[in-house]
């Protein structure tokens, strides 16, 4: 017997129903209070025990009954209307209320089978929570349905929008946080339906929860009148509806009636935008929902309020264990449920409440969009040859780089249209890094106002351009977590931006690697240019090559990094990153016209070993070096040649190897890294004890560390970034950070005692080249004729 609640007689759900999904909600409730607390006597058989409880509680409950109740009442729309949903939790700590919910459709216990529908299966449910050996509290990998941990607060909105793009069947209910929408990212995100095509994408549906504070502080939007919240989210483009209280029966039929508006609003705004096209951009339906935060828990622990309170945010009892008086009030707290009304003897949630979920795929824990590696289709690429730069000697020609690979990415553009599964995301940088080929078959999606003078803008393109890199990486992951492929281009200083974003995917990856039940997505690639090097016209704020230490930092299963030399290069590693799956790629390369070293056969070699001797720049062919010099990066590796071409002129007798680094987790031991060298290999390249002279595209100290368990680390001496920039010419950039070729040329000097006095010419000749070049450039502007007219081979 299901306890009964009143119901109205206009309400839109029946008497029936309503008793049912709120006994649905009480089960999910109980489930969610469990996991917090218990390691046994699931089903409160017999009077709680300290034993019962947990020695370590962990866990969030303030969100969680809003959760659970927003999660009941969308499984009833997805079986009234068929829809193909899923659920993203931006309070993503209310992990209970996800875990449970999906355990009780059934999805988890299939996934998990030892997590059984039975009493058995309840215990180890809540034991596991925030356990040792368990899962995490979070909306976890672990848990299905899940494409958003929520563990770092901002981003569900654009991984809820990324989602729907291209993906026309496909409705996010995307719950935002009151607290997490006083971020930066997420007051941004709310612009991202400008950009929703209303056919060829899907729906997302914003459901503000407004609970009213957050750890300890009250929240912004729950402390602002009605009115005004209104005005915002209208200013946003947005329609909201409001669903405010806290009598559950008043609360159910308000919910309800919401959604079944809804569902009319959007089949009306795409059933016209069917048959007359989008011609103007429509105001999606939103919900903002009020209810208490902890709702039906506690009101008062130890005379302090709770239920509505900051109180209620995690634990609110934290030691029923040891306090009897707390375990008691945990007791009356888990019986309110009434679990014996909702569960039957074994331990099996009642039929007539377990029906209530849809079922098969169109359960939200077992839609296949939030495991989009089931999805994932591989994309058709263009041989990448075809867009080669002709090289008939190295540094005779000169190319743009990803002017080159805009080509290719516009091939795949063209060749994947049909399939609408790759879009190119950027911060309004995709001309500005030379990858315009791409509009000459695509346009930039933009369904806000046009004018005539915009260039490129339509309702549908496969690039999307806003100038915030959170909304790019937002749109992108949730892009490539529901099973497509994508490419984010950005400025190399700025993609610092998404630095703890960047964070949170890659330790997603790390896990769903270890989950067999997650299949693997498409990497999450970005294109880096305007690098550190070449930002001589926008100055110091520009000057930033720190993301590759800060991706280093990760999981070498995870993370590549790469630093392809020329366009031919570019082209061979892009069309590799652009195949991959489950990685983070990142490639910097220039945008700005450069000296071409490798044809494209050469380049596909070298690419595919990732580090090799250039043979044509070296001279010690059968011989032992005096001296290695090695580069990673386009413009390292062009002052590296420069340097070695001064030296075979005036040191006729040096014995030189030049190394080439495409791939730079090469450096790293194979022990350390699955593309690393192992020792012999490495020794064979750089020796045992020669100098060598590294020049670097970022900061020094990453070859450093990734090279100082090498034999002959003491022996590598790096020239890189060393935070020296300013408005300049593109020489001097490397002559302010000592990576030019003149200083390249004296380091050498300085590391062969054996030259001896021979070479204080040479050296006195580089030191006066530098005041030269700091004469010209302070008098003419640029680069003195003899750097800007450099040519490999031209002495």
Not at 35 to 59: S, T, V, W
Not at 749 to 756: A, E, F, K, T
């Amino acid at each position: 017997m299901i306890a009964t609640i009143e119901s109205r007689v206009d309400a839109p759900l029946s008497a029936e129903l309503l008793q049912k999904m709120h006994a649905y909600w009480r089960a999910a409730n109980y489930l969610s209070v469990g996991q917090i607390y218990l390691q046994d006597n699931p089903l409160l058989r017999r009077p709680l025990e300290a034993g019962d409880i947990k020695r370590m509680l962990l866990g969030h409950w303030g969100t969680t009954p809003g959760q659970n109740f927003i999660y009941a009442h969308l499984n009833r729309i997805i079986k009234a209307y068929d829809l193909n949903m899923i659920y993203v939790a931006g309070p993503g700590h209310g992990g209970p209320a996800l875990v449970g919910n999906t355990y009780l459709e059934g999805t988890y216990s299939e996934i998990y089978p030892s997590i059984s529908r039975d009493e058995a299966g309840l215990k180890r449910l809540f034991k596991q929570f925030s356990f040792p050996g368990g899962i995490p509290s979070h909306v976890s990998p672990e848990c299905p349905g899940s494409i958003h941990e929520g563990g770092e607060l901002g981003y569900s909105l654009s991984h809820a929008f990324g989602a729907v793009l291209d993906n026309p069947d496909l409705m996010v209910a995307c719950v935002i946080g009151d607290g997490e929408a006083e971020t930066g990212p997420l007051a941004t995100a709310w612009h991202s339906n400008k950009f929703l095509h209303p056919v060829n994408d899907g729906v997302v549906l914003p459901i503000l929860h407004l609970n009213g504070y957050k750890i300890a502080n009250p929240t912004v939007l729950a402390r602002i009148s009605r009115e005004e919240l209104e005005q915002l989210l209208s200013g946003y483009g947005w329609t909201p509806l409001f669903v405010e209280g806290d009598d559950p029966a008043v609360m159910h039929q308000l919910m309800a009636g919401v959604l079944d508006e809804v569902v009319r609003v959007i089949s009306r705004i795409r059933g016209e935008a069917l048959a007359n096209g989008p011609i103007e951009r429509p105001r999606w339906p939103m919900i903002v929902l009020r209810t208490p935060k902890g709702w039906t828990g506690p009101k008062f622990i130890d005379g302090l309020p709770v239920e509505g309170s900051f109180r209620s945010h995690q634990v609110p009892l934290t030691d029923p264990a040891t306090n009897p008086a707390h375990l008691r009030q945990l007791e009356e707290w888990l019986r309110s449920y009434r679990p014996e009304e909702l569960w039957d003897e074994q331990g099996t949630l009642l039929a007539e409440l377990a029906e209530l979920a849809p079922v098969g795929e169109r359960r939200m824990g077992a839609n296949p969009n939030a495991n989009g590696g089931l999805l994932l289709k591989d994309l058709r690429m263009p041989d990448f040859r075809d867009f080669a730069v002709r090289v008939e000697a190295p540094g005779k020609d000169v190319a743009s780089d990803t002017t080159v690979a805009g080509g290719l990415l516009a091939g795949v553009i063209q060749l994947n249209a049909d399939r609408r599964n790759f879009r190119l995301f950027g911060p309004d940088e995709t001309v500005s890094n030379k990858l315009e080929a791409v509009f000459q078959v695509t346009n930039r999606q933009w369904e806000a106002e046009r004018l005539e003078t915009d260039q490129w803008l339509a309702y549908e393109g496969r690039v999307i351009e806003v100038l915030s890199e959170h909304q790019c990486e937002g749109w992108l992951e949730g892009y490539l977590l529901t099973g497509r492929h994508g490419l984010f281009n950005s400025y190399e200083a700025f993609i610092h931006i998404v630095d703890s974003m960047f964070n949170q995917h890659a330790k997603w990856l790390k896990v769903t690697n270890g989950l067999p039940w997650r299949r693997k997505i498409a990497s999450l690639n970005y294109l880096l240019s305007s690098h550190v090097w070449r930002q001589d016209h926008n100055g110091f704020t520009h000057q930033d090559p720190g993301f590759l230490d800060h991706v280093a930092n990760k999981k070498a299963e995870v993370v590549r990094i790469y630093l392809p030399p020329d366009a031919n290069c570019l082209l061979s590693t892009l069309d590799h990153c652009l195949r991959s799956r489950q990685y983070v790629n990142v490639i910097v390369a220039g945008k700005h016209p450069a000296p071409q070293w490798l044809d494209i056969e050469s380049a596909v070699l070298h690419c595919t070993k990732g580090i090799g001797i250039w043979p044509w720049a070296s001279n010690d062919r059968g011989k032992e070096p005096d001296v290695v010099m090695a580069c990673a990066g386009d413009v390292p590796t062009l002052e590296t040649l420069a340097a070695v071409s001064i030296l075979r002129q005036k040191l006729p007798d040096l014995v030189i190897r030049v190394v080439n680094v495409v791939d730079l987790m090469k450096l790293q031991p194979s022990t350390e890294h699955p593309h690393g060298l192992n020792d012999h290999d490495f020794d064979l390249l750089f020796t045992k004890g020669k100098p060598v002279i590294f020049a670097f595209h970022g900061y020094p100290w990453l070859i450093h560390r990734l090279t100082y368990k090498r034999t002959n680390h003491d022996n590598v001496h790096v020239r890189g970034y060393k935070e020296e920039g300013t408005i300049t010419t593109p020489f001097d950039m490397t002559v302010l950070n000592e990576m030019d070729r003149f200083h390249l040329v004296m380091d050498v000097i300085d590391r062969l005692p054996q030259l001896g006095e021979r070479c204080a010419y040479l050296k006195q000749e580089m030191l006066d080249k530098l005041i030269l070049h700091r004469a010209y450039i302070n008098r003419e502007g640029i680069d003195m004729p003899e750097v800007l007219n450099w040519r490999w081979g031209a002495e």
